[in-house]
């Protein structure tokens, strides 16, 4: 693509960056189900789900993600136009980057990957993983994810079910899994993308890293002595950060 620096493609790259910001901040803000009503924190009036941290009642805003969103997003579209080795992975960066910023964003908000995100995403990576790759190297990444998140998964129900059962915990309050099916999806989704070269090694970094946050996590709860094992960290951000440093290895 042309010079990063070209005055024209600066401003279409800050487009570009706008464009996903906005993207991510409405799905984040409409795809959960949230069953409270979103307040301004500056007035405590009701806002509308889709606000983008703006409050019509105090015309202020009381949240800057939108901002910061739109920042960070600059620095990726720059990042991607300089290390992109045609229009064709330009264009598939952006989008990809942009559909795993809102899986990321709503995993740690409401610890969630749901059903509808990772199926679109499934057909999304499995559509431009053919592109990237050979269509055998796309389809034996996604099944790597499958099986190698699915065993956790398999893994952390057979733990929840013991739990319960030794608790003698049942109904609502019951446990029924450690690591939630969307990490499963989530794994398809970045085994199609990356192909079956790079996928195993992006998953072991991802479940290394989150590892260790869990540890210091633990470690942090033990020295302010309240440990509560019930809390469970999303798996989803360490995932994605796993596949980009596969990705990007800086
Ligand atoms: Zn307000």
């Given at each position: 693509m042309e010079n990063p620096l070209n005055l024209i493609s600066f401003i279409l790259y800050i487009v570009l960056a706008i464009t996903a910001a906005t993207l991510i901040e409405y799905f984040v803000s409409t795809l959960p189900p949230i069953d409270h009503e979103q307040r301004c924190s500056r007035c405590s009036s009701v806002t509308s789900r889709v606000s983008f941290g703006y409050c019509?009642?105090?015309?202020?805003?009381?949240?800057r993600r939108f901002p910061f969103l739109a920042a960070v997003s600059l620095v990726a579209v720059l990042l991607l136009a300089t290390v992109q080795s045609s229009p064709a992975n330009f264009v598939i960066g952006f989008v990809v980057s942009t559909y795993l910023a809102i899986v990321t964003l709503i995993d740690i908000d409401y610890h969630l990957i749901q059903h509808k995100t990772a199926l679109f995403g499934i057909i999304l990576a499995g559509f431009f993983g053919a592109i990237l790759h050979k269509f055998p190297s796309t389809v034996v990444g996604g099944a790597i994810g499958i099986i190698v998140m699915g065993f956790f998964y398999l893994l952390g129900r057979v733990y929840a079910a013991y739990k319960n059962k030794r608790q003698k915990i049942s109904g609502p309050?019951?446990?029924?899994?450690?690591?939630?099916f969307g990490d499963v999806s989530l794994a398809a989704v970045l085994g199609f993308l990356l192909g079956h070269a790079l996928i195993l090694k992006a998953l072991l970094i991802g479940i290394l890293l989150a590892g260790l946050y869990s540890i210091a996590i633990v470690a942090l709860m033990l020295l302010k002595k309240d440990f509560d094992d019930s809390k469970t960290i999303p798996y989803g951000p360490f995932l994605v950060l796993g596949a980009l440093l596969v990705f990007f290895p800086f």
């Open positions: 019509r009642s105090c015309s202020r805003w009381y949240r309050d019951a446990l029924d899994e450690a690591l939630g």
